[in-house]
């Protein structure tokens, strides 16, 4: 299948750059399969566009501030984006910048906070970093009093500029987020537009919710370079399904699951596939699930996502779930799209959301 058929023309005035002044404030494309109908809302309607006994399952991931800005021994800047750690606390996998110049053995750090040392480098671009020294009772939490939210490429902010960093710190986190699952690189944008009363509508409508963590990796932003997307190597991600959200799936049998985001979406199919029963203990593994037209789906019956970038990986599951067993959602994609930037929807991490039923 060619990559070129998941492309379209995004233009740039149509990527927000900062969320909007509330949460729910966002716009709601919904997207009707039955029908083909398009309706336009307000996130804030989602409560009342959905059933009783619905269940929502969102993924509590919480984004680590990673990037780091450093400096060298002799002076020279250096910034550290971690992304996941080894085996030994103390060693992760980063990207480092400026990268030909960090060779292994290269040390830099923060004079009373971290010393830092590189030990190989990898021929992905990634880079094993291990950390010498650290005030900080682990190198999550040097993260969290140092380092910056790792924004996605075609966010544009100002370096130094403290406004947009304490703006980024919460907005680009989930209400939900969990404290303890902070290794994400990049956040479940879908579940950016929830807020207190949004759950408390949801929850006076009988509508349930469940939790899975998908640790979001970079590769989310990585467009699909080969000419034919069967040529893609889809990056991995770790994914847990508590046993507390396996007994909630088992029991829904009647009840319409809807993935908040992508990741969600991708976590739950990915579980479906690999074991024998949903009930059971914490289940635990990586995927490299690359959902393409015409894939059909197992688990989840609606989806709620954002508006993606082209030629991505998020896209090809959209067209997927567009229109399950065939390939008749490429096209309806781009009817979709195309209708949502003639009607001024704000697009990708910090835009606007679209509901799929």
Not at 160 to 176: C, F, P, S, V
Not at 266 to 273: G, V
Request: aromatic fraction near 8%; charged fraction near 25%; charge should be negative.
């Amino acid at each position: 299948m060619k990559t070129d058929q998941f492309d379209y023309d995004l233009p740039e005035a149509l990527i927000a750059q900062h969320p909007t002044r509330q949460r729910d404030e966002s716009r709601l494309l919904v997207v009707d399969r039955s029908t083909r109908a398009i309706d336009h809302r307000s996130f804030g309607d989602l409560p009342s566009l959905l059933q009783s006994k619905d269940l929502l399952v969102r993924n509590t991931a919480r984004v680590l501030p990673a990037r780091i800005h450093a400096r060298k021994s002799t002076g020279g800047k250096v910034e550290c984006l971690l992304l996941y750690p080894t085996a030994d606390t103390d060693t992760w996998s980063a990207l480092l910048r400026p990268g030909r110049r960090l060779q292994p053995g290269t040390r830099f750090g923060i004079a009373d906070q971290f010393l830092a040392e590189v030990i190989r480098k990898n021929p992905s671009g990634e880079c094993l970093v291990r950390f010498i020294e650290n005030r900080h009772a682990s190198i999550p939490d040097l993260a969290e009093a140092i380092g910056e939210i790792p924004l996605p490429p075609y966010v544009d902010r100002l370096e130094g500029a403290a406004a947009d960093r304490l703006e980024d710190r919460d907005r680009y986190q989930t209400i939900y987020a969990r404290a303890d699952r902070t290794v994400a690189a990049a956040a479940p944008t879908a579940g950016l537009h929830f807020t207190s009363k949004i759950d408390r509508d949801l929850r006076a409508r009988d509508i349930g919710t469940a939790e899975i963590i998908l640790h979001v990796g970079l590769g989310t932003f990585r467009p699909i370079e080969t000419d034919e997307i069967e040529a893609h190597t889809m990056h991995a991600e770790t994914y847990e399904i508590p046993a507390e959200t396996r007994s909630i799936l088992a029991d829904a049998a009647n009840q319409r699951i809807i993935a908040v985001g992508t990741t969600s979406l991708r976590a739950l199919e990915a579980f479906h596939r690999s074991v024998d029963h949903l009930k059971g203990p914490d289940h635990t593994a990586r995927t490299e699930l690359f959902i393409t037209p015409p894939a059909s789906f197992n688990l989840v019956d609606c989806l709620l996502t954002n508006f993606h970038l082209p030629r991505s990986t998020l896209l090809c599951l959209l067209a997927a779930f567009l229109a399950p067993g065939s390939d008749d959602g490429i096209g309806w994609f781009k009817e979709i799209y195309t209708e949502a930037m003639r009607e001024g929807y704000r697009f990708l991490s910090y835009g606007d959301a679209m509901l799929v039923t």
